[in-house]
T-cell receptor, first 111, second 113 residues
Framework: NAGVTQTPKFRILKIGQSMTLQCTQD?????MYWYRQDPGMGLKLIYY???????DKGEVPNGYNVSRSTTEDFPLRLELAAPSQTSVYFC??????????FGSGTQLSVL | RKEVEQDPGPFNVPEGATVAFNCTYS??????FFWYRQDCRKEPKLLMS???SGNEDGRFTAQLNRASQYISLLIRDSKLSDSATYLC??????????????FGSGTQLTVLP
């Protein structure tokens, strides 16, 4: 049972580089989310999607972009990496916006 | 005021102790409530939903007080394996009518042998 799969698990970027964090789920969930978690802090919502072709900003969207071309995939794009984007990133999905299933996270460092 | 507030702890308790966490929320229109557990450097996992009448799952009891806008989690007969961070999560409806979950910062629990 794969659930929510995130790649990569770890990544180090230089300032100004770009990258895409991949997220895929096999539970046919409509809702998908990207969160970031800074040390000792709660999860902050970056972007979310309620279905293929529909995305919306969360609490901290600046510096990120997303797309949702299929139900399964919800990639997160960082265009110009900055040290402030050093964090742990979690992708999650849910059936109706309630109980979340999380991926195992991506530890990103921007140096 | 934060939307969802929790006492960060840490709570250090001996095995077998009973420990309780509280969480307050600011949006009186919030509709559903959850407790998640997060182990160190791992993803959060759903522990239990919180229902208006209160609910129990083994050693864990969750309660909701809508009038005072807080939820609680009680852990009885705590085990070493209960050591984790407990996240309070509140569901609110955004202006776009899409459900969003707001996470508290978490309460850290360490159960000591």
């Amino acid at each position: 049972n794969a659930g929510v799969t995130q790649t990569p698990k770890f990544r180090i970027l230089k300032i100004g580089q770009s990258m895409t964090l991949q997220c895929t789920q096999d539970m046919n969930h409509n809702y998908m989310y990207w969160y970031r978690q800074d040390p000792g802090m709660g999860l902050k919502l970056i972007y979310y999607s309620v279905g293929a072709g529909i995305t919306d900003k969360g609490e901290v969207p600046n510096g990120y972009n997303v797309s949702r071309s299929t139900t399964e995939d919800f990639p997160l794009r960082l265009e110009l990496a900055a040290p402030s984007q050093t964090s742990v990133y979690f992708c999650a999905s849910s059936y109706a916006g309630e109980k979340l299933f999380f991926g195992s996270g991506t530890q990103l460092s921007v140096l | 005021r934060k939307e969802v507030e929790q006492d960060p702890g840490p709570f250090n308790v001996p095995e077998g102790a009973t420990v309780a966490f509280n969480c307050t929320y600011s949006n009186s229109a919030s509709q559903s409530f959850f407790w998640y557990r997060q182990d160190c450097r791992k993803e959060p996992k759903l522990l239990m939903s919180v229902y208006s009448s209160g609910n129990e799952d083994g050693r864990f009891t969750a309660q909701l007080n809508r009038a005072s806008q807080y939820i609680s989690l009680l852990i009885r007969d705590s085990k070493l394996s209960d050591s984790a961070t407990y996240l309070c999560v509140v569901n609110s409806i955004s202006s776009g009518s899409a459900r969003q979950l707001t996470f508290g910062s978490g309460t850290q629990l360490t159960v000591l042998p």
